[in-house]
C-alpha cells in the first residue's frame, strides 16, 4: 500500500454486488489521484478492538495477478447501517505489521478449514 491510497474512500455502497455462487463482494476504491479501483473483499479482521479490511485489487478483467492486498482501517456507523463505511489508511508501520500478521493467520486457518474440508 503506498500514501496515494491515503484517503481513499468507497463509493457507491450500493456498488457491492454478488459475483458468482461464491458470492465474492466487490467494492470501488476512489483514489486520490482520480482513478477507481474496483477491489474484492477478502475479510474483515478485528485486532485490538478495531476492525480492518482487506481488499484484494482486480484488474479490468476482473483479476489480481500479483497476489497483492490493501489494508485499511474499517469503521460503520453502528446507529446508521445504511451510511457508507469509511475507510482509513493505516500509516503507522507497526500497526501494519500488526495487521498483516493477523491477515497471515487468517490464511493459515482457512488453508486449514479447507485442508479438512477435503479429508
Given at each position: 500500500?503506498?500514501?496515494?491510497?491515503?484517503?481513499?474512500?468507497?463509493?457507491?455502497?450500493?456498488?457491492?454486488?454478488?459475483?458468482?455462487?461464491?458470492?465474492?463482494?466487490?467494492?470501488?476504491?476512489?483514489?486520490?489521484?482520480?482513478?477507481?479501483?474496483?477491489?474484492?473483499?477478502?475479510?474483515?479482521?478485528?485486532?485490538?478492538?478495531?476492525?480492518?479490511?482487506?481488499?484484494?485489487?482486480?484488474?479490468?478483467?476482473g483479476e489480481n495477478n500479483d497476489g497483492e492486498v490493501w489494508f485499511?482501517?474499517?469503521?460503520?456507523?453502528?446507529?446508521?447501517?445504511?451510511?457508507?463505511?469509511?475507510?482509513?489508511?493505516?500509516?503507522?508501520?507497526?500497526?501494519?505489521?500488526?495487521?498483516?500478521?493477523?491477515f497471515d493467520e487468517y490464511l493459515d486457518s482457512v488453508e486449514f478449514?479447507?485442508?479438512?474440508?477435503?479429508?
Open positions: 500500500m503506498n500514501n496515494n491510497q491515503k484517503e481513499d474512500r468507497l463509493s457507491d455502497p450500493g456498488q457491492e454486488q454478488m459475483i458468482d455462487a461464491q458470492e465474492e463482494m466487490t467494492v470501488t476504491l476512489d483514489l486520490m489521484d482520480g482513478t477507481s479501483v474496483t477491489c474484492a473483499i477478502v475479510t474483515i479482521l478485528t485486532v485490538k478492538e478495531q476492525d480492518y479490511i482487506v481488499l484484494l485489487p482486480l484488474d479490468e478483467n485499511y482501517r474499517y469503521h460503520e456507523n453502528e446507529t446508521n447501517q445504511n451510511e457508507e463505511p469509511e475507510l482509513e489508511f493505516i500509516e503507522d508501520d507497526e500497526e501494519y505489521e500488526i495487521v498483516a500478521d493477523a478449514d479447507e485442508v479438512m474440508d477435503e479429508e
